[in-house]
């Protein structure tokens, strides 16, 4: 099913006409195409729906791009970034070719979508500034980590499922909750899988975000839950190459704290905001796709 | 004129809603706004009009503080670029920002504006992508630099001259080969500024071009016109700092052949073509600009 919508991708990077931009394309490390899978269950698989698949997934890919140059990122899911196999320059205007050409096949489709998926794009670019403004300090709002993940992740989704709706002829305020939902509960799942899994099951260093200044969730919540010794401790970690006595030291609190389960039951709220929202809908798939992302290890 | 395109630039930014965002935007050297002069001489002070400057103006602004992160440019007309005064992370996504509120507003205009304005700044990405692979090596090809700077300077002046004419239900194909060629005429004049003027002139480093790896036009006409000896000489200078006396050098090869006067006559050539496509137009202003181009000093 997603064959067509990396076929279509090819088709609009080939329009590009330029050998070198098409080879490049060729190596950048492929997602798992969330966010055509959503718009394909949502819209069926019409040629209009495959086409805003492409348009989506060649905008997520670009955003990658320019992330890995933010995030002075080495690998992507194990494999080497653009800018590493490349350099820096080459991995920000082959964003820019890609992210262009998905705006010009946008022009051509349905204005609301058009609007809906160029208007996420701002704030998925607004939310990796504030993620690097809130990294530089130890953030311990939870309320701007939600509306950073929000703009940085949730956007692009929420776009993707609200233009399936308004493609499908549904309710798109419905499936705009759906994926704003589904988007936040992926982002958090995902820093937890930074702190519970290893590097080699990440494709990229573990207990790495909060080296890096993430303060993410669990982080937040340990933090209001630890003595002030402890608080003064922890403070003290961030934004540091830790050593393993002292990751030990932050992992054994998590545990004592229970602060995964208790990060994990946030996303599982907001997963069932989601499903609330679209609970008319019966679409059994969908409701999957939540729990694969609840469950997911990798 | 052009007061009322920065006010929409301005209202088009707050729109984005962030603080941050809005404080760079008001930090970044603003341009002499070339495009939206030509596209209110096309298309008249309409409420559309001024909104397509004001979209072609964020494109333009977006993909300079791209170029400036791809040069590694400290200063832009004398002022510190935004990568300088923050860092090459935020002019990024700055730049990202910038770019999709455009592509935004521009789904909200008419079709053909919107696919013709998007489409070209694929083109210009590309263009830049070109512009650095050329510079790895001493380029003698000058089709492969008049297509490097079509796309990477010539495409958004051509697609904003068609696109003024569209919304004035004027020819757009005279109108595109008029963007077109100005848009050639103003990169061959820039090149050569790199060469004729001082550094305070510029605002940036004088003859840097060449040690950049850029061997624009004049360089290109300069080397097939020198001795094998002097050929030799001038490939050993590529890329290097050079000293005075290696600069002077350069200078005497290029006065002694007559290069300036040369590569002015292409530029001519082309001002030519393009005021060809409009002489039915009778419009002096678009007349006196293309004069002012090929005359202006810095």
Not at 152 to 176: G, M, N, R
Not at 207 to 225: A, I, P, R, V
Request: charged share 30%; aromatic share 6%.
């Amino acid at each position: 099913m997603l064959d067509i919508v990396s076929q279509a991708m090819y088709k609009f990077v080939q329009q590009c006409d330029d050998a070198h931009v098409l080879n490049l394309y060729n190596q950048i490390e492929r997602g798992k195409m969330l966010r055509s899978k959503l718009i394909l269950l949502i819209a069926g698989q019409t040629p209009q729906a495959v086409e805003l698949c492409a348009v989506v997934e060649l905008i997520h890919l670009s955003s990658l791009l320019h992330d890995d140059v933010l995030d002075e990122a080495h690998t992507r899911r194990g494999r080497p970034t653009i800018h590493m196999l490349f350099d820096t320059k080459t991995a920000i205007m082959l964003g820019d070719v890609l992210y262009s050409k998905a705006f010009s096949q946008l022009s051509l489709m349905d204005k609301e979508v058009a609007y809906t998926v160029s208007s996420a794009v701002t704030s998925l670019s607004i939310g990796e500034m504030i993620d690097i403004e809130l990294s530089k300090s130890f953030n311990t709002n939870q309320q701007s980590y939600m509306d950073m993940i929000d703009k940085k992740t949730a956007s692009l989704l929420e776009a993707s499922t609200k233009s399936a709706a308004i493609l499908a002829d549904k309710d798109k305020d419905s499936f705009a909750i759906y994926g704003k939902s589904l988007g936040l509960c992926f982002q958090i799942v995902d820093d937890i899988l930074d702190i519970t899994q290893d590097s080699e099951t990440l494709g990229k260093p573990a207990m790495n975000d909060f080296k890096e200044g993430k303060t993410t969730l669990s982080y937040m919540l340990l933090y209001h839950e630890l003595s002030d010794d402890d608080k003064t401790k922890l403070r003290s970690y961030f934004k540091k190459e830790l050593s393993t006595d002292e990751l030990n030291w932050i992992k054994e609190k998590i545990k004592k704290h229970d602060t995964i389960d208790k990060t994990r039951q946030i996303a599982k709220n907001l997963a069932k905001d989601g499903l609330n929202a679209i609970k008319h809908e019966q679409n059994k798939k969908l409701f999957d796709i939540i729990q694969d992302i609840l469950n997911r290890e990798r």
